[in-house]
């Protein structure tokens, strides 16, 4: 029988994370992670391929049945979702698919991704995978398989989790890639149909057909800060940042336009918008070709800089993601996100509005310190600031960031508990979301305030006016739509019953 070095694959997740959501209003993005490891493998003899279950529409059997039929060396779950955080809530997608294919091949598995690094020897204890990656993956994936080809012992393998004489082995993480354009030179968008992935729907308001197609372009890994509620760093091993040069990334870009026609992109860096000489050097490359550009990038509240938002904007930077989390100080102090007073936040967003560039604000409900006055002021911020996006989030102690042992320390409920719903507990749109309690207030005050915000904002007159004047009436239907969808919600249900 024929078989493939190496399968990597994103399991099919979105319909329990995102219920009625996902549908057609969330992104299908492209697994950038699984699209760079495989390009590293092939530039190294490697025969790779990618299953996307995602963009493909395949249910956990269909995907089992690719895999099995793919009859790999190494099959390899690549488990990230569309941003770190959502690594964990796909945990249990990939599992159903791995426990299926169990069932019919004794092939091995490997499981990656920012919740995988987070807890390595639980998830092989508790998880259907034969090992996992805790790191950055291409160089575990690259050693592993050589081991299983008759190289090394498990014991050399940098970054692998096994089992061995009934318990559990951590080897050392793989140094951190230090270049990146000499070790992860591109993105394998050959092996993917880029038709079929999607941008968000806010992306494209004046024009909900321009959403596909759409790519997802790293130009840098990892981040400066510290926030206690983000666990962006946990598979390199700590905080600090690296970055692709701009002649990489403009390469990338020149690819995605001129052979497969996309120029909706996202940039899913966790913070783009940082340093001077990397913004520059990418923006004046896509300048100079005079490429028309929708992209969207994340920023701080206290990276913004005048002199950026000029050339951000005529390189096709047409919306930044900002994250506010709170409107009271003490808040973001309590998960070291203090660094800005409440006035910059309307100045800030301003002068970028000012420039022509669209603001999807990103609130957080629920910290630590939060009450409902907290909360009420948080919402009145975003009333007040009135973006053109606006995403509102509970608080959630992902495994990998410092706030999970802070919940763990304080005994809160989490949903990895035992009688919890388990890990797809931490996705914000599941029916069985469990978000945290603080400190004075309980899980489902926190949840409930943070389903009515939904509402309030997006049925909001100002809003709507807003969003007619800058899109059309056509994007006000939508958005009229999108808010009609009623998240189903677990513990609303279980209150009711009792």
Same mark, same amino acid.
């Not at 694959?9 to 490891?37: C, F, H, K, M, N």
């Not at 004794?106 to 390595?120: C, F, W």
């Given at each position: 029988?024929?078989?493939?070095?190496?399968?990597?694959?994103?399991?099919?997740?979105?319909?329990?994370?995102?219920?009625?959501?996902?549908?057609?209003?969330?992104?299908?993005?492209?697994?950038?992670?699984?699209?760079?490891?495989?390009?590293?493998?092939?530039?190294?003899?490697?025969?790779?391929?990618?299953?996307?279950?995602?963009?493909?529409?395949?249910?956990?059997?269909?995907?089992?049945?690719?895999?099995?039929?793919?009859?790999?060396?190494?099959?390899?779950?690549?488990?990230?979702?569309?941003?770190?955080?959502?690594?964990?809530?796909?945990?249990?997608?990939?599992?159903?698919?791995?426990?299926?294919?169990?069932?019919?091949?004794?092939?091995?598995?490997?499981?990656?991704?920012?919740?995988?690094?987070?807890?390595?020897?639980?998830?092989?204890?508790?998880?259907?995978?034969?090992?996992?990656?805790?790191?950055?993956?291409?160089?575990?994936?690259?050693?592993?398989?050589?081991?299983?080809?008759?190289?090394?012992?498990?014991?050399?393998?940098?970054?692998?989790?096994?089992?061995?004489?009934?318990?559990?082995?951590?080897?050392?993480?793989?140094?951190?890639?230090?270049?990146?354009?000499?070790?992860?030179?591109?993105?394998?968008?050959?092996?993917?149909?880029?038709?079929?992935?999607?941008?968000?729907?806010?992306?494209?308001?004046?024009?909900?057909?321009?959403?596909?197609?759409?790519?997802?372009?790293?130009?840098?890994?990892?981040?400066?800060?510290?926030?206690?509620?983000?666990?962006?760093?946990?598979?390199?091993?700590?905080?600090?940042?690296?970055?692709?040069?701009?002649?990489?990334?403009?390469?990338?870009?020149?690819?995605?336009?001129?052979?497969?026609?996309?120029?909706?992109?996202?940039?899913?860096?966790?913070?783009?918008?940082?340093?001077?000489?990397?913004?520059?050097?990418?923006?004046?490359?896509?300048?100079?070709?005079?490429?028309?550009?929708?992209?969207?990038?994340?920023?701080?509240?206290?990276?913004?800089?005048?002199?950026?938002?000029?050339?951000?904007?005529?390189?096709?930077?047409?919306?930044?993601?900002?994250?506010?989390?709170?409107?009271?100080?003490?808040?973001?102090?309590?998960?070291?996100?203090?660094?800005?007073?409440?006035?910059?936040?309307?100045?800030?967003?301003?002068?970028?509005?000012?420039?022509?560039?669209?603001?999807?604000?990103?609130?957080?409900? *629920?910290? %630590?310190?939060?009450?409902?006055? &907290?909360?009420? =002021?948080?919402?009145? @911020?975003? $009333?007040?600031? /009135?973006?053109?996006?606006?995403?509102?989030?509970?608080?959630?102690?992902?495994?990998?960031?410092?706030?999970?042992?802070?919940?763990?320390?304080?005994?809160?409920?989490?949903?990895?508990?035992? *009688?919890? %719903?388990?890990?797809?507990?931490? &996705?914000?749109? =599941?029916?069985?979301? @469990?978000? $945290?309690?603080? /400190?004075?207030?309980?899980?489902?005050?926190?949840?409930?305030?943070?389903?009515?915000?939904?509402?309030?904002?997006?049925?909001?007159?100002?809003?709507?006016?807003?969003?007619?004047?800058?899109? *059309?009436?056509?994007?006000?239907?939508?958005?009229?739509?999108? =808010?009609?969808?009623? @998240?189903?919600?677990?513990?609303?249900?279980?209150?009711?019953?009792?």
């Amino acid at each position: 029988m024929s078989y493939i070095d190496v399968l990597l694959v994103t399991p099919p997740s979105r319909e329990q994370v995102y219920q009625s959501l996902g549908s057609d209003l969330a992104a299908v993005e492209p697994p950038v992670w699984s699209l760079l490891i495989a390009e590293f493998l092939r530039r190294r003899g490697v025969e790779a391929r990618v299953l996307d279950a995602e963009a493909e529409g395949y249910t956990h059997e269909e995907t089992a049945r690719k895999i099995v039929d793919a009859n790999a060396v190494l099959t390899v779950y690549v488990i990230y979702g569309q941003q770190p955080s959502a690594s964990t809530q796909c945990m249990p997608g990939g599992r159903k698919v791995c426990e299926l294919v169990n069932a019919e091949t004794d092939r091995p598995s490997l499981v990656m991704g920012t919740h995988a690094s987070a807890l390595p020897e639980r998830t092989l204890v508790e998880e259907p995978y034969t090992f996992v990656c805790h790191g950055e993956g291409p160089h575990t994936i690259l050693s592993l398989l050589e081991e299983l080809k008759g190289g090394l012992s498990f014991a050399d393998v940098p970054g692998l989790c096994y089992e061995q004489d009934g318990r559990a082995h951590l080897n050392p993480m793989a140094e951190k890639i230090a270049n990146l354009d000499e070790t992860l030179p591109g993105q394998a968008w050959d092996l993917v149909d880029m038709s079929k992935y999607r941008a968000h729907n806010w992306q494209c308001l004046d024009d909900p057909s321009k959403r596909m197609p759409y790519a997802s372009l790293q130009t840098s890994l990892g981040c400066p800060y510290k926030c206690s509620f983000c666990c962006i760093n946990t598979p390199f091993g700590g905080s600090g940042i690296r970055f692709w040069s701009p002649d990489y990334v403009i390469g990338e870009i020149d690819t995605l336009v001129e052979k497969y026609g996309v120029s909706v992109i996202k940039i899913p860096d966790e913070l783009f918008v940082l340093n001077k000489n990397h913004i520059n050097g990418i923006c004046d490359r896509i300048i100079d070709r005079g490429y028309d550009l929708n992209m969207w990038a994340y920023a701080r509240i206290d990276t913004i800089k005048p002199a950026f938002l000029e050339k951000l904007k005529k390189a096709g930077i047409q919306w930044l993601g900002i994250g506010v989390e709170s409107a009271r100080k003490h808040v973001r102090e309590g998960v070291t996100k203090g660094h800005f007073i409440d006035a910059d936040v309307s100045e800030v967003i301003k002068m970028i509005r000012d420039h022509g560039i669209y603001v999807s604000s990103n609130f957080i409900f *629920g910290l %630590p310190d939060d009450d409902m006055d &907290s909360m009420q =002021a948080t919402l009145d @911020l975003a $009333l007040e600031l /009135n973006t053109e996006w606006a995403n509102f989030y509970s608080a959630m102690a992902y495994p990998g960031s410092e706030l999970y042992g802070v919940a763990k320390g304080k005994s809160w409920k989490l949903p990895d508990d035992p *009688g919890g %719903p388990g890990w797809i507990g931490y &996705s914000q749109h =599941a029916y069985e979301t @469990l978000p $945290l309690p603080t /400190n004075h207030l309980s899980t489902q005050e926190v949840l409930s305030f943070r389903d009515q915000a939904f509402d309030t904002y997006f049925t909001n007159s100002d809003y709507l006016s807003m969003i007619g004047k800058t899109f *059309g009436e056509s994007a006000v239907e939508h958005l009229q739509s999108m =808010a009609g969808h009623t @998240l189903k919600r677990k513990l609303f249900s279980d209150a009711d019953a009792a």
